[in-house]
């Protein structure tokens, strides 16, 4: 069974960068799409940033775009650079990986790790 780890979590100052990563053990995630979520308090759980396996298209969030970049190292592996963070930006951030689309329950989750963005 895959397990995803995600690590890099923090609080930083408002204009601040952090960088997530991803991990997977236990298996391959080779053909598996990733992506991060996160997740506020009250707020729905949104999808910032997803990558295909193949050809490594990404895509972004509108409320993201331009300040983070999703990158995938290897077939296990992944981690989200987040630049010029906002407090809107807090939020508990989850790794994901689906071998379909994003439509339904991906077939992997990490744990959750932490992102506090103080004005």
């Known amino acids: 069974q895959v397990q995803l780890v995600e690590s890099g979590g923090g609080s930083v100052q408002a204009g601040g960068s952090l960088r997530l990563s991803c991990a997977a053990s236990?298996?391959?995630?080779?053909?598996?799409?990733m992506g991060w979520f996160r997740q506020a308090p009250g707020k729905e759980r949104e999808l910032v940033a997803r990558?295909?396996?193949?050809?490594?298209?990404k895509t972004y969030a509108d409320s993201v775009k331009g300040r983070f970049t999703i990158s995938r190292d290897n077939e296990n592996t992944m981690t989200l650079t987040m630049n010029s963070l906002k407090p809107e930006d807090t939020a508990v951030y989850y790794c994901?990986?689906?071998?379909?689309?994003?439509?339904?329950?991906?077939?992997?989750r990490g744990q959750g790790t932490q992102v506090t963005v103080s004005s």
């Open positions: 236990g298996g391959t995630l080779k053909y598996y799409n």
């Open positions: 994901a990986a689906t071998y379909g689309g994003w439509t339904t329950t991906p077939d992997y």
């Open positions: 990558i295909v396996w193949t050809p490594g298209t």
